[in-house]
């Protein structure tokens, strides 16, 4: 379900959600001087290599990188849930934002539209967002704190809401009504010409359920997608992990894969969490050990 929100919230959602690389990939297109010299370098590529080595071996697996990508994700959001907060906590200002304000901001970036199915889309909207507030007030007192309102607007904090919002995105595309997405409706009347669906589709059952497109409602497949596509350029020795000395043997053409872009985020902003760190509800989803080359855990 299409969703309206103010340019902050925007933000942030694009900060920690599947939009991530795509949004990335347009700001670089609007800016080719940027995207011109905005390259990770081999120092901040060690310097995450050595954050995602938790055992300390020299080796980095893809469930270490995902794990650490996952923290910089949370990391993110607490950082923008400020400038967040500040828009939409407009009468009064008292640090919290209530049910009208955060309605009042989603009207203001809603364009005018007659169109009917608009309209009810609209409607619909209003109505899945009433019932996500309800769900992120958890003491109940009618205003949203920062941790509150960051279990609201950023994917996956807290699993409930997020499951609310993704079983609305699935109803809206699911024509037939079966509970389920085929690939047709998945891409919108429209079926890709890559593997993605057949990747999404854990179970093999030629559809994609609730539990599939959270994954990709939440970012964590294209992620993984992104930093698989790293360890097929650098793993040379195809064990399952990375050295430095591999990540530096590939280092001049990283920038070609998606991977990228989510190494430059994590550059940015692999610091240490501060002391009023929000402690997040919900964890990663469980990892898959990586395989060797014939196939074995």
């Not at 590529?45 to 995602?52: A, E, G, M």
């Not at 009917?116 to 704190?145: C, I, P, Q, T, W």
């Not at 599939?212 to 040379?236: I, M, P």
Request: hydrophobic share 35%; net charge negative.
């Amino acid at each position: 379900m299409a969703t309206i929100l103010s340019s902050m919230m925007k933000t942030l959602l694009l900060l920690s959600s599947m939009d991530g690389v795509t949004y990335a990939l347009n700001i670089l297109d609007e800016d080719d001087d940027y995207g011109a010299r905005e390259q990770i370098s081999i120092e901040q590529l060690n310097r995450i290599h050595t954050k995602c080595d938790q055992n300390q071996d020299g080796k980095a697996s893809l469930p270490e990188l995902l794990q650490f990508g996952e923290s910089v994700r949370k990391r993110i959001a607490e950082k923008e849930i400020d400038s967040v907060m500040t828009e939409i906590d407009t009468d009064p200002r008292d640090g919290h934002a209530s049910l009208q304000e955060y309605m009042d901001d989603l009207e203001k970036h809603q364009p005018p539209d007659e169109d009917s199915d608009a309209v009810n889309l609209h409607v619909d909207m209003r109505n899945l967002e009433l019932k996500k507030f309800k769900m992120a007030d958890a003491d109940e007192d009618g205003v949203l704190n920062r941790t509150e309102l960051i279990n609201m607007v950023s994917p996956g904090m807290n699993d409930k809401i997020f499951e609310v919002s993704t079983l609305a995105e699935l109803q809206q595309k699911d024509t037939d009504g079966d509970g389920v997405l085929s690939e047709e409706e998945f891409w919108a009347g429209s079926v890709g010409t890559d593997s993605e669906f057949q990747e999404l589709d854990k179970n093999g059952d030629g559809v994609i359920d609730l539990s599939e497109l959270k994954l990709w409602a939440s970012g964590w497949y294209h992620t993984q997608a992104a930093l698989q596509q790293l360890f097929n350029l650098a793993d040379a020795d195809k064990d399952g992990f990375l050295t430095t000395a591999e990540l530096e043997d590939v280092y001049t053409t990283i920038d070609t894969t998606d991977a990228h872009y989510h190494l430059l985020q994590w550059a940015s902003n692999d610091g240490e969490p501060p002391e009023s760190s929000i402690v997040f509800e919900e964890q990663a989803p469980p990892l898959e050990e990586p395989e060797n080359e014939d196939g074995e855990l």
